[in-house]
């Protein structure tokens, strides 16, 4: 019953802090210090997200089915390698239209951003056609 506590006011305490963060945010104008603060902070709750995520799944995984920890590894191995395929994808091509470009880690960087999200929304594509043949055909039987 204390964990649920302290998930429910750390969950409480993030959201008050993403609130403030987002009225900041309007209220000084998105300037380019603003703007990389409220980004960091994406980067954050991203960085506690994924990281609540592997943990519960193997603490959750590990008292269920031992068995469950090698699927997560399989999971998050394949993740970790989808995400070097986009990186080494990435092009790092100039900018279009800006006067100033970004240095070349930072292009390199969204372009592997883009190409993950073009990998993952293909597949995603994919897996709903498939699924949906599938129950088709199972429904046929």
């Not at 649920?4 to 006011?9: A, E, V």
């Not at 089915?65 to 994808?89: F, Q, W």
């Amino acid at each position: 019953m204390k964990l649920n506590k302290i998930f429910k006011w750390s969950m409480v305490a993030l959201i008050i802090i993403s609130f403030g963060l987002l009225v900041w945010g309007f209220s000084a104008g998105f300037g380019d210090s603003n703007v990389e603060v409220l980004l960091y902070w994406t980067y954050v709750m991203l960085g506690i997200a994924v990281a609540c995520w592997v943990v519960i799944g193997l603490i959750v995984g590990a008292k269920n089915d031992p068995k469950s920890l090698v699927r997560i590894g399989i999971v998050i191995a394949g993740a970790v390698a989808l995400c070097l395929i986009s990186y080494l994808l990435a092009a790092g091509n100039p900018a279009m239209g800006m006067l100033m470009q970004p240095d070349a880690g930072t292009l390199k960087l969204t372009d592997t951003v883009l190409n993950l999200t073009y990998i993952v929304g293909g597949a995603a594509i994919v897996a709903i056609i498939v699924g949906e043949v599938r129950m088709s055909l199972a429904s046929k039987k």
